[in-house]
């Protein structure tokens, strides 16, 4: 879900939102409410659109339903907000010990395969392990090819073949 909500979510309501993450955690109305400190009334005003929230109350939502920083900014554009959570490009100065620790991490793991993907399913970073058994089994072509791991992974000339789905 978490890309979709950049893509396809935008589109809706932040009622729509809200009761998507409400739902997602299994939490009433009238617990937000009382979570958050307002009307389940309002609350339910909010979710069905015939209220508008302030960036305050979204961002108490967003606090209480824990959700990520990049979807608490999601939650705010879709009441017409601007974001409040800054996101640094992970080929960016300020990611440059985050990528060092992972490099260290997935170089550490070999023999054994091990990469990082971002959310949308993107290799950033790999190991020679990963390289081996790609190239094993799927050949060159595969590893130079396919830069998503689910593409890699369900594509014919990838390694798809060696996928055995069982009952």
Known sequence: ????????KM???VGDLLRFWRQLHKISQMDLALDVGVSTKHLSFVENAKSRPSRNLLLK??????LPLRHRNTFLMAAGYASE???APFDGQKMEIVRQALHRMIEQHAP?????INTGYTILMKNSGFDQIVKFFAGEHALKTYDNVYRL???EDGLRPYVVATP
Do not use: H
């Open 1 to 8: 879900m978490p890309d979709l909500i950049k893509n396809e």
């Open 11 to 13: 589109k809706e309501s």
């Open 61 to 66: 939502i967003a606090q209480a339903l824990k």
């Open 85 to 87: 959570f800054g996101e």
């Open 112 to 116: 054994y395969p091990a990469f990082v």
């Open 153 to 155: 992974l369900f594509a």
